[in-house]
């Protein structure tokens, strides 16, 4: 096992692309990246590896304590291949996320599957439009969370220039809200929505519809199973028993809600364990979330469940907005979602993220438990 640390600079992101390409042709160990301030790798972790895993990726921890992924060549290669399968022709990637993650390492990856090493954004001083900018000409390919193409297309000019020349703009990370792939639509940028994580090597699941060689099945609950040839070999280090089972049969049974829409595309509804029962009855999350972002000034939302003493649990949100009115934000959507209509919402100035910019809904729970006013 090799450990390759990462600080957001080109030079560091340079350095994983090659080691993990070698370990994927077989000309070097498995690699295991950590990025900017992470602690040192317990060493259980550094343990030889199985000679088939080429990469070892930690996830970002968002429902618990993080997981050490074990990544075959065979699904990091399948993962490849299938993305160009669906997007077109091999092509040179920009790499605008932070390497060690699954989504970073991918462009690397792909990139260096069409022999074309990827250009890399210097990270250190955060993401910025105009670098991005100067970054894109002769780039056919990028991947991006939701909060880059909102400041992206925000800024306009040689940023959205840059949007519009690339063939396709991988969206993952956390859920987009329709009003920003509307707007992404309308100004012409390629938006490909993806669902995956790292224990799949990333999106697997483009626009609703799975990757040549990826399944997707639901269970009664509809509980999403994604199976195929991305599927990671497990976990590596202590995890629990239902951390285990996870990987059953070639398949890694998520922690995430989906239904399967009328065009036959899957929908994601939001993980299991994030949903609401308040008053005996369940509520989802993301379909509140939903709700707010199609009101006007509604840039970003985040419902949670708090304690409450007679419901069991009531139903809250965070938004981010412009000008927007608390009251009168929850008074719109109210009327359309009955029960789960949000109890109480606060205007914040940011949302608290972790990982690649996932709401952190523990962070947003404390918030609002704490009864922390408007700011």
């Known amino acids: 096992m090799q450990t390759v640390p990462t600080d957001g600079s080109p030079a560091s992101a340079s350095a994983l692309g090659a080691a993990a390409l070698a370990a994927l042709e077989g000309r070097g160990p498995a690699v295991l990246s950590t990025g900017p301030g992470d602690p040192a790798p317990p060493a259980e972790l550094l343990d030889p590896v199985d000679d088939d895993v080429a990469a070892v990726v930690t996830t970002t921890g968002s429902t618990g304590a993080p997981k050490a992924v074990l990544l075959p060549a065979a699904a990091l290669l399948a993962s490849a291949d299938a993305t160009y399968a669906r997007l077109g022709p091999p092509g040179r990637w920009l790499l605008a996320l932070p390497a060690h993650h699954i989504a970073g390492l991918q462009v690397l990856l792909r990139s260096a599957r069409a022999g074309q090493p990827a250009v890399a954004m210097d990270l250190r001083p955060g993401f910025r439009p105009e670098a991005f900018a100067a970054l894109a000409p002769g780039v056919t390919y990028t991947s991006l969370v939701p909060t880059q193409l909102r400041r992206l297309l925000d800024a306009g000019g040689a940023a959205l220039d840059a949007l519009r020349g690339l063939r396709a703009v991988l969206l993952g990370g956390a859920a987009a809200d329709a009003d920003l792939l509307t707007r992404a639509a309308a100004e012409g940028v390629p938006v490909v929505t993806t669902y995956g994580m790292s224990e799949t090597c990333g999106g697997c699941v483009y626009d609703g519809r799975p990757l040549d060689g990826v399944t997707v099945t639901l269970e009664p609950d509809g509980r999403i199973v994604l199976g195929g040839a991305t599927v990671a070999a497990g976990y590596r280090g202590a995890v629990s028993a239902v951390d285990t089972a996870a990987f059953v ?21 939001g993980r299991a364990d994030d949903v609401i029962v308040t008053g005996g009855e369940k509520v989802a999350p993301a379909t509140v979330e939903r709700a707010l972002l199609s009101q006007a000034g509604v840039r970003e939302a985040c419902v949670v469940g708090v304690p409450d003493p007679e419901w069991g649990a009531r139903v809250v949100a965070a938004v981010v907005g412009d000008g927007v009115d608390a009251d009168a934000l929850r008074a719109a ?10 109890r109480v919402v606060t205007v914040v100035d940011a949302l608290p993220l972790r990982g690649i910019g996932k709401p952190d809904r523990a962070a947003v729970r404390a918030l609002l438990a704490d009864g922390a006013a408007p700011s």
């Not at 959507?333 to 949000?342: E, S, W």
Request: proline share 6%; aromatic share 6%.
């Open 333 to 342: 959507v109210a009327p359309g979602l009955g029960r789960a209509a949000p």
């Open 249 to 269: 049969g070639g398949a890694f049974r998520t922690n995430d809600l989906g239904a399967w829409r009328a065009d036959g595309r899957l929908e994601v509804l």
